[in-house]
Structure formats: C-alpha cells, structure tokens
C-alpha cells in the first residue's frame, strides 16, 4: 500500500491510502469524453508519492478543494470560529486517512466540534509536545518540511473514512478562544495561508464572515490582510471577504477598537531586532457621525471640463457628479461651479449657499460640451474665490491644457502664486490622455489627492465615492508629536491629511530609540480653532517583535512615494537605489521592478548596482511620461502604493493557460498547475528562490557565511528544538538560507 500525504487549505493533513494494483504506475488523468457518450470508469492505480517542493506537491491533481466557508461569531472577545469546507478526491485510487488540526495557542478546546459528512467523529486532543512529534515524523517520513511552521502549537487529530476517487467529502469543524485586548485593539486571525500546502491549485471559492457583537461602540475596524467590506450596526458590525479560484498568500488578519465621542488613536509597532530602528502604526479614528452643528462650514467649488472631447457619456457623468455634490451639500457650506472649454463660464459671481443648489444644477445641465481646454484660467479663477474658511476644490479634466496658458510648469506657478493655504484640492483625470504630471502636482502642492477614471469606469461614481469621504472634515491642518521620541520616514508625511468623520486615517512611521508611557499629539484646527488631542500610555518597545505586516505597509507606502518624487522631479541615483533595495527586502515587486525575480545575484552589492542600473536605463522610462496610458499607469501605481491602507501583495507569476476544470470522469481536463511563486514573505522576512534555494532576503553574500545544516538531520531538529521560531522559514523547503540574530543557517540536502 501506498501513502501519500496532503494538507487541506484548513491545515488539514492527511495521510492517504491509495488501495490499487499491485504494480506502480503513473495515473493519467481522466480521458475527454465526447458530449452524451458514456464514460468508462477509469482502472485503479497505485501511486507513488510524488517528491515535494517548497512544502507543496509536485503532483496536485489528487485534492481539490471546491469550497472553504468560515464563520466567525465574536462577543465579549470570545470568539467561535467554524468552518465548512468540501474537497474531493481526483486521484484514480482510494484514500483514507487521518486528519490533524493546528489548533490557535488559546483555542477553547472543549468547544471543539468535528463532523465529516455530517458525521460527528471521534477527535483526540494532542497538546504542542504530542503535535511536534507527530509533526516530526510525518516530515521525517516524507521529506516534507510543511508542517515545521506549527511547531510549538496543539492539535486534534480524527480518522476519516476512505475517499473512493471522484467522491467528496466535506468538513465541519469549529472552535472557540479567547481574544485579547492590546493598546485598546482586539485581534483575530483566521489561519488562511496554508493552500500552499495542499495544492498550488486555487481553490474555488473561499469566505469569511464574521459578526462582532459588542457593547461598546466601535471605532477603527482594520484588515491589513484582506480587502474586507464592513457594515456597521447598533450592536457591533459586520466584515465579510469572497473570492473565487482564490490563493491564498497570508492569513485572515482583524482589529478594532473601542470608539469614543472624539478621535481614538491606536497604536501598533513592530522591531525586526533590538539593533534595528523601529517601525509604528497609528490608527486615528474620529466620530463615526457629527451632529449638524459640529460639522465645519467650508466652500466648495467644482471645475469641470465642459471641451468638446467630453462630449457623449463623459459630459452626462460629469453633470451627474456636480449633482451628487451640489446635492449632499452641509447646511453650513457654500459652493460655485465653474465650467471650462474656450475660457470659462462661472454660475455665479460669488460663493452661493446650499439654496441655490438645485438652480446650479440646472444651469450645469443646460450645458453641452464644445471647444478647447483652457485649464489654466479655470483653476486660476477657482483659486482667487478661496476666502478665511476652509475650501475644496474639485477639479475633473479629460484632457491637456490648449487654450490659454498651455505650458504646465507656468500653469503650476500660477495655481500656486493664486492659492491660500486653506485650500484643498482634489483632482479627477477622465480617460488617458490627461497630464498626469500637471494632476499629480497640483494636488501635491494643495493637499489633496488625485483619481484617475479609465474609459471602463464611471466619473459620477469615482466622485461621489470621494466626497461621500470628505463631506464632514473633523480635524485639518495635522501635525503629529511624540514626545521623546525621534519619528521619521511617516506616511502620508507631514502635515497630515486632513480628517473626516466615517473615515479612518492609518499612518506608518519609523522610530528611534523606546520607551514606555509615553504621550502622543494630534494638534489641528476645529474650524478656526486650534486644539491638541492627547493619547497616554503608548509603548514602543525595544524588543524584537510585534506585528510584521507594519514594516511592508511602511516600505509599500514609501516605494509609492519615491515613485512619484521620480515621476514628477526626475531621478537619481539615490531614488532608484531606494526603490531596489526596498523592493527586494519587503517582496514588493512593481512592474518596474519585475525583473528583479529573475535575478540570481541581486543580493550582493554588485548585482543590487546592476538592477539599479537596469531600472534607470529602461524600466524608469514610463514613469517619466506625462500622458498616456503608460502614464496614467504608472500614477495610479504610485499613488496606490503611496496610500495603501494594507500591504501591497505579493506579486505572482502569471499562470500558464489552463482548460477548465471539471469533476474528474466528466471529460473536462483538469487545470494545470502554476509555478511556485519565486517569492514569499514569512514571519516578518522575505525570501526569494534563486538557484532553487528559498534565500533570505537581509542574508548579505558578500559579508556573511553560511552555517550549513543537512535537511531532516539530528542536528536540524535539533536546532529547531533551541530555536523554534525557525520552523516557519525552514517549512519552505529542503534547501533554505535565513538569518537568525546575525546567523545565517544554510539547510541542505544531505
């Protein structure tokens, strides 16, 4: 009898019985047949157990998973957990076997409830010393080293009934534990990256819910794992995430917090080691909702592109954005419109009050679009209508400036000899053939922020979107203090944006030095007033440790900084050189850095001195165009990363075509596989696989040697027992390099 292990997406390991022939052989997959012909049962076989290759086998075809459904219902930070997941064999022999579950550290074991098919079955509780000796010897025994990340956790083990080929079977399981509160945030995790295990096929659909139940009134709800949609009720909220034909890259990631009447401030931080600086987050979150009469007054003013290229659906989206905003003004505000095409049109001489809205809006659609583009004048014009209070300009163009003052540098002069410091402006590029340098520094040299609206989206949606954000500012003019403490490197940088009610405003920094206690400041204007927040009790630790994603968050942000500083100011040696080196330590790979996956030396200085030569000479070249496509590309790109609220993901390759899957016997072929992704991010670190070696990448070839360590040796283990946090990095494979408080252990092959 042959033995062939696999692990579910839910860090189920099974240890298969393939029962067949006597003969080994290889298993073709099912014959095609043709439409409304009967199928011949396919011959059992006997398999060989494939090799395995980074923790995932080479041979995938035997487990697919056709769903992976999680419930998570969470009140007095307890939460249950339970999970639904089906998969079927699509093997040509039977399986059976024996299923073992990680289980969290604090899981609430006596909640646990196991069913396979609707069938409770018996389940055996293993504490973390009975789970690493199992742990030990299935990777012993087949020479894979997947299961070495959950050394150190407990398990519940069950046998299976045998899987005949073509047959499912589904899994329920649930469990409860224990969250705990941190500088005010609660946190669970969902263990969602483990499909790499199992398969390198997607899984086909995947979703999360889960229900927070609480008292007291919520403030920032923060995934910096997944894109999660949020609903928020009287008694908690909700956050739910789907996908279909998903890989999972990372483990299902939440926090919230306690709201109060003012801003919440929390904070998270994270040190790789105590040599190193340290790396912080700060969730500001204000009042979900303002009374009418603490919203601040302010003045808006819309400039819309009336030229004859926004003639047809862009001009009717444009004329349904100005009525979204015209119609969601405050009680407080004011607001003028101006159009422009051959010079400029304007509703009104001075600024108007919300009374008057609904006569702007039929002014505005009385219009049609024809003529030039005379940018110039309209922002100029806009600009000098900016009095004491608080202003907003929205500013929508389709196209590049040729009427008036065409040239962009003079055009950036006049905006900014013409513009009070109490402006914002926020700008809006229909289509591709906008200047996304004259966009970009605008909005950079007024506070703002700039969309780009491709042909395939709709203009009245991108702009209600963001002013649906903007419509109750809280708190402006931003300025962040911590006293004691040397911060640098903070994003979005100094003066912070301005903040709006229902919004969250998530900044990342670097910091120097620790210290326990200590106060940190928001200092801003309320309307003309000026006013501090104080935030006690914050702690920056100088201990390795806390959350890692936070130094990626940090790096994706200042990537997409130093792209745009290229974009709009040139480059040079140093920007370039930055946007390597961090591109290669966190894993976050741009399209201009892309080929940094196939070199093999980038970790030594000269190959790091070749890449960035290679980006300056070629790769660089499309984000110094201004329009275009390519242009608009490459500042969505970077203003992306510049203010991505998680993380930028991890780049895959782009798999080979595959035929559509089907049930196996039907006839339809089965997907092909793609490859292992060349580069993956564990516990903090990042690893590349050159030469088939998984290589960290703070591993430096030119002043480090390698403390080398045969694979499932005595002494592998062993380091692994003195050192269990190498579990996770040795678990990408038999050939490994990582680097452990300044040593640099080399896994190989015997």
Request: aromatic residues 8%; contains cysteine; proline residues 7%.
């Amino acid at each position: 009898m042959k033995r062939l292990l696999f692990l579910s997406s839910l860090l189920l390991i099974a240890i298969l019985g393939l029962v067949g022939v006597t003969a080994a052989q290889d298993c073709p997959l099912p014959t095609p047949c043709p439409p409304d012909a009967a199928c011949p049962m396919p011959m059992p076989c006997v398999v060989t157990p494939p090799p395995f290759v980074g923790g995932v086998s080479t041979n995938p075809e035997w487990l697919q998973v056709e769903y992976h459904r999680v419930n998570v219902t969470i009140e007095d930070q307890i939460a249950h957990t339970t999970i639904d997941v089906e998969f079927v064999n699509v093997g040509n022999g039977l399986a059976e076997g024996t299923f073992v579950f990680p289980l969290p550290a604090n899981a609430g074991v006596d909640q646990l409830i196991m069913y396979i098919n609707g069938t409770p079955i018996e389940a055996r509780i293993l504490d973390a010393t009975q789970a690493r000796a199992i742990y030990d010897e299935i990777v012993r025994q087949y020479r894979d080293p997947a299961l070495l990340e959950y050394v150190g956790t407990q398990a519940v083990q069950a046998n299976v009934f045998p899987i005949p080929p073509g047959e499912r079977r589904r899994i329920q399981l649930s469990y409860s534990q224990a969250l705990e509160v941190d500088n005010g945030l609660i946190h669970y995790v969902y263990p969602l990256d483990v499909t790499h295990i199992m398969s390198r096929r997607p899984i086909d659909t995947v979703s999360i819910a889960v229900q927070v139940i609480s008292d007291d009134p919520v403030g920032a709800i923060y995934s910096p794992s997944h894109n999660i949609a949020i609903s928020r009720n009287s008694a908690g909220f909700n956050v739910g995430f789907e996908a279909s034909a998903y890989s999972p890259d990372g483990d299902f990631s939440l926090y919230w917090g306690v709201a109060s009447e003012t801003i919440n401030v929390n904070l998270l931080t994270y040190r790789e080691s105590a040599s190193e600086d340290g790396f912080f987050m700060l969730m500001v979150q204000p009042p979900l909702e303002l009374p009418a009469e603490q919203i601040i007054p302010r003045d808006i003013i819309l400039v819309l592109d009336q030229s004859g290229s926004m003639d047809g659906d862009k001009w009717r989206q444009a004329q349904e954005a100005a009525a979204y905003v015209l119609s969601n003004l405050n009680e407080g505000d004011r607001f003028n419109v101006i159009l422009f095409s051959t010079g400029w049109r304007v509703f009104a001489n001075d600024l108007q009050s919300p009374q008057t809205a609904p006569q702007a809006i039929d002014w505005i659609n009385g219009m049609w679009a024809e003529g030039g583009t005379d940018i110039n004048g309209a922002l100029t014009t806009a600009l000098d209508m900016v009095e004491e209070r608080s202003a907003t300009i929205l500013f929508m163009t389709d196209g590049l400036p040729t009427e008036g003052v065409t040239d962009v540098s003079a055009i950036l002069g006049n905006a900014a000899a013409a513009a009070p410091s109490n402006v914002r402006l926020f700008a809006f590029g229909v289509g591709d053939d906008v200047d996304t340098y004259l966009l970009d520094s605008l909005v950079a040299a007024h506070r703002g922020a700039s969309s780009y609206v491709r042909p395939s989206e709709r203009i009245d949606e991108e702009v209600a979107s963001l002013y649906s954000k903007i419509s109750a500012p809280v708190l402006t003019d931003i300025t962040l203090t911590i006293d004691g403490l040397t911060i640098d490197s903070v994003y979005p940088q100094l003066p912070l944006p301005d903040l709006f009610a229902g919004t969250q405003l998530t900044v990342v920094g670097r910091y120097r030095g620790s210290a326990d206690d200590l106060n940190v400041m928001l200092s801003g204007m309320v309307g003309t007033q000026a006013q501090t927040f104080t935030y006690t009790g914050m702690d920056f630790p100088d201990l390795a440790g806390g959350e890692p994603f936070i130094a990626r968050l940090w790096a994706t942000r200042r990537i997409g900084e130093l792209l745009n500083n290229i974009r709009l100011n040139g480059e040079n040696p140093e920007l370039v050189d930055s946007i390597i080196r961090l591109s290669v330590r966190y894993g976050i790979i741009t399209p201009y850095t892309s080929f940094l996956i196939q070199e093999d030396d980038i970790l030594s200085q000269q190959g790091l001195e070749e890449a960035a030569a290679q980006f300056a000479e070629g790769e660089a070249g499309a984000l110094r165009s201004a329009s275009g496509g390519g242009a608009v590309d490459a500042a969505d790109l970077a203003g992306g990363l510049a203010a991505a609220e998680a993380p930028a993901p991890i780049m895959m390759p782009t798999p080979s075509p595959a035929a559509t899957m089907g049930a196996p016997g039907s006839g339809a072929v089965q997907p092909v596989a793609p490859a292992v992704n060349p580069i993956q991010t564990i516990g903090g670190k990042t690893f590349i696989q050159q030469s088939g070696i998984w290589t960290d990448t703070t591993f430096a070839p030119d002043t480090m040697t390698t403390t080398k360590v045969v694979f499932l040796s005595d002494a592998y283990f062993d380091l692994l027992t003195a050192h269990p946090e190498l579990g996770q990095y040795f678990a990408l494979g038999d050939k490994v390099i990582v680097v452990l408080d300044g040593t640099a252990y080399e896994v190989a092959p015997e």
